[in-house]
């Protein structure tokens, strides 16, 4: 990898009243960061919690969505992103590297290119949405697409990073659970301790793990409920799946990296990780953008399908949370939507049939 020099940021003051507080500033007592550390931050955390009455009236409970889409790159993973990349460039790191299947890839190259250091990501070839290849490409990342699957590339990252001086930044790293855990800080305080459940997608588990440390410093005990695919859960089936499938690429994992973490979050916070179909994944898809305006990417989906699934089991105030926006995932949207485009020659009564006919 070409060498570069990282830019070494600004530690970042106080945001001045009313403007958004970075992640790490906000939480720095709860972030294994100090006054004066460097800052790699595009100002993520601090995403709406949005009231689903749709979902809400299916399941008889108040569900709320937490909405990570809403971070700079459009998923979760800037959240830890932000402490990872910080950490990396606090040890004098010049080069970070990941292997994804999409959103770890476009978030570690957005905030390699705002640090100003090199970044290298393994994806699956032919596996990875193109609105996320296109994030990483343009942040100006060096992409290998992987004759394999997300679990090889992870694999061969770990090698890498053993024998050659580049920081890692899938969610092994610790300093990504650390700052994925700001999540479960934000739906506490949203719903002044009154959160009973919380749902969630399960792909490499580290997100699950992050809410239940996050929960657990508050002394919080909601009880956690992981969805993976049915293609895709190892978990569930309690074996790696040598090829793992689903539409959901986001958690298209068969060897979780954070396995017996997300195990011990569902068992100590008295919930559980169970798979939901393509189908139920797909049709949660739909119910979302078509009734209650969100757009998201099938994986965040998952969520929602579990819990239409399984239902609210006696919980009264729960939180679906919708991982990434739907704009990282544009064929599957198309591919999978009931509208249509309707062709009109450029004639008013064509455009009133066309407007006001039946559909």
């Not at 609105?131 to 290998?144: E, P, S, Y």
């Not at 969610?171 to 506490?188: L, P, W, Y």
């Not at 998952?302 to 919980?315: D, F, P, Q, R």
């Amino acid at each position: 990898m070409t060498e570069v020099r990282p830019r070494l940021p600004t530690v970042e003051s106080a945001a001045p009243r009313g403007t958004h507080v970075p992640l790490i500033d906000r939480y720095r007592e709860r972030l294994p960061f100090a006054p004066g550390d460097p800052l790699v931050s595009l100002q993520e955390g601090s995403t709406p919690l949005l009231r689903a009455p749709v979902v809400s009236e299916l399941v008889g409970a108040t569900v709320r969505l937490k909405l990570e889409g809403a971070n700079p790159t459009g998923s979760f993973k800037d959240r830890g992103m932000t402490c990872a990349v910080s950490a990396a460039v606090r040890e004098g790191a010049r080069a970070v590297i990941c292997a994804s299947t999409g959103n770890t890839a476009a978030s570690a190259a957005a905030y390699a290119a705002r640090a100003g250091i090199t970044c290298a990501v393994i994806v699956p070839e032919g596996k990875i949405a193109q609105g996320k290849m296109a994030q990483t490409l343009v942040h100006g990342a060096r992409v290998i697409a992987l004759q394999g699957n997300f679990d090889q590339a992870l694999a061969f990252v770990r090698e890498l990073t053993d024998t050659h001086p580049i920081v890692l930044v899938n969610s092994v790293n610790e300093f990504r659970i650390e700052g994925q855990k700001t999540a479960a800080f934000e739906v506490h305080e949203g719903l002044e301790g009154r959160l009973e459940a919380l749902c969630i997608p399960v792909g490499n588990a580290g997100n699950i793990t992050s809410y239940w440390r996050g929960f657990r410093e508050l002394g919080a005990a909601p009880r956690l409920y992981g969805y993976q695919a049915a293609g895709a859960a190892p978990l569930v089936e309690g074996r790696v799946i040598e090829h793992p499938e689903t539409v959901a690429s986001a958690i298209r994992i068969g060897r979780p990296v954070r396995w017996e973490d997300a195990m011990a979050a569902a068992r100590d916070s008295r919930g559980s990780i169970r798979a939901v179909s393509d189908e139920e994944i797909l049709a949660a898809f739909r119910l979302l953008a078509s009734q209650e305006g969100m757009f998201c990417e099938p994986a965040s989906a998952a969520s929602v399908a579990g819990l239409l699934k399984y239902g609210a089991e006696g919980a009264e105030q729960i939180v679906c949370v919708l991982t990434g926006r739907g704009l990282k995932d544009p064929e599957t949207a198309i591919a999978n939507n009931d509208g249509r485009v309707i062709a009109c020659p450029a004639e008013l009564a064509a455009i009133e049939e066309a407007v006001l006919g039946d559909p």
